[in-house]
């Protein structure tokens, strides 16, 4: 046989793996990536959402004129990010793994339409500023790189805060998660 004669040959043996690898990787990508956009109750406004499995990522628009803001949660670092146009400054602060909806639960949600029951959370703006938003991986830096960014602590269910409740950001992801983001820092 020649050269050309053997690849004549083996042609239809390398396109049938391909077909099945194509078949079966397919179906379970689909479920890697998923975006929808939701309508939030009491408002024009909608949410668009996606999720990335893959990367451990959900990214959240919301385009409300009175409270606009973009959110990574970042399931792989336990970090949620929030964007607030308004006050034009980026919060960091650590997903409470064990109250915020696992990655699955907002995958189910986006695809069934089915809201777990969660509850609200409260954070306070610490001082200072992030200043090597690097570390945080390239979806965050990439969202908060023009404005300042600063951490902020959750508060313990139950304590009272010593804040002024007008200094509060609201926000909610999806319909089953309300957060709070308080204090006083520049334009915030």
């Known amino acids: 046989y020649t050269k050309e004669r053997t690849?004549?040959?083996?042609?239809?043996?390398?396109?049938?793996?391909s077909i099945i690898v194509t078949f079966f990787l397919t179906p379970s990508l689909a479920l890697l990536n998923i975006s929808d956009s939701h309508p939030l109750d009491g408002s024009v406004a909608t949410q668009i959402i996606h999720v990335n499995a893959l990367r451990g990522l959900v990214s959240i628009r919301d385009n409300n004129v009175l409270s606009e803001w973009d959110g990574i949660m970042d399931y792989k670092n336990a970090l949620l990010a929030a964007k607030l146009f308004s006050k034009?400054?980026?919060?960091?602060?650590?997903?409470?793994?064990?109250?915020?909806?696992?990655?699955a639960d907002v995958s189910k949600a986006l695809d069934q339409k089915h809201y777990p029951s969660t509850h609200g959370l409260t954070y306070t703006v610490l001082p200072n500023r992030v200043k090597n938003l690097a570390q945080y991986g390239v979806a965050i830096r990439d969202m908060c790189r023009d404005v300042p960014t600063y951490f902020a602590q959750q508060q313990k269910e139950g304590t009272a805060l010593a804040i002024d409740p007008d200094s509060c950001f609201s926000l909610q992801i999806l319909l089953f998660m309300g957060l709070s983001i308080c204090g006083e820092i520049p334009g915030l």
């Open 7 to 17: 690849q004549q040959y083996l042609f239809p043996f390398q396109i049938a793996p």
């Open 88 to 103: 034009m400054a980026c919060v960091l602060a650590k997903m409470d793994q064990a109250v915020f909806p696992s990655l």
